[in-house]
T-cell receptor, first 113, second 114 residues
Framework: QQQVKQSPQSLIVQKGGIPIINCAYE??????FPWYQQFPGKGPALLIA?????SEKKEGRFTISFNKSAKQFSLHIMDSQPGDSATYFC????????????FGKGTKLTVNP | DTAVSQTPKYLVTQMGNDKSIKCEQN?????MYWYKQDSKKFLKIMFS???????INETVPNRFSPKSPDKAHLNLHINSLELGDSAVYFC?????????????FGPGTRLTVL
């Protein structure tokens, strides 16, 4: 059972474009939603995270939009750069509950120069 | 200073062999994890330990045996390696068992079983 569904599987944009990665979850007990960024040959690294009591969080060029009623959240990358080319994972956790992070299947983003 | 380190980075071995991967974190965290990332990049949790105590075992074959000598180290031993074990294995840590959302990952160990 996949608890966090992520789309698209891959995404190609031109430099300066705004790629959007979408995730949907089923478990209403989830209460923290981080995004991880993974460059080739490296481990994933925490990029940005949001709690369900806010609808948007911005850090630099990265923005998370959160829709609690629809159980969906998305990552937007403003003014994307070739250096943003990586695999992005959305995730969800139930703090104090299952004690693990549930990952989406990942989106491979390519930003062309 | 590397926060989470793994050795070796690459491991190539024959089917049926036994191998170990070591992981160390210098962040002072209580909880450590092992993940398997397959060729499609899917991250699957295998185990987690909190202060040397096993807290998550995600129906992993018993050929995989984690060992935590202290809270800064979590090693993974694999017996009778199979072709399907080929993957990248990541170690990670978090401050405590109630903070699984903020994890620090190691650089990974690419295991190839021939």
């Amino acid at each position: 059972q996949q608890q966090v569904k992520q789309s698209p599987q891959s995404l190609i944009v031109q430099k300066g474009g705004i790629p959007i990665i979408n995730c949907a979850y089923e478990n209403t007990a989830f209460d923290y939603f981080p995004w991880y960024q993974q460059f080739p040959g490296k481990g994933p690294a925490l990029l940005i995270a949001i709690r369900p009591d806010v609808s948007e969080k911005k850090e630099g060029r990265f923005t998370i939009s959160f829709n609690k009623s629809a159980k969906q959240f998305s990552l937007h990358i403003m003014d994307s750069q070739p250096g943003d080319s990586a695999t992005y994972f959305c995730a969800a956790s139930d703090r104090g509950g299952s004690e693990k992070l549930v990952f989406g299947k990942g989106t491979k983003l390519t930003v062309n120069p | 200073d590397t926060a989470v380190s793994q050795t070796p980075k690459y491991l190539v071995t024959q089917m049926g062999n036994d191998k170990s991967i070591k992981c160390e974190q210098n962040l002072g965290h209580d909880t450590m994890y092992w993940y398997k990332q397959d060729s499609k990049k899917f991250l699957k949790i295998m185990f987690s330990y909190n202060n040397k105590e096993l807290i998550i075992n995600e129906t992993v074959p018993n050929r995989f045996s984690p060992k935590s000598p202290d809270k800064a180290h979590l090693n993974l031993h694999i017996n009778s390696l199979e072709l399907g074990d080929s993957a990248v294995y990541f170690c990670a840590s978090s401050q405590d068992r109630l903070s699984p959302d903020t994890q620090y990952f190691g650089p990974g160990t690419r295991l190839t079983v021939l």
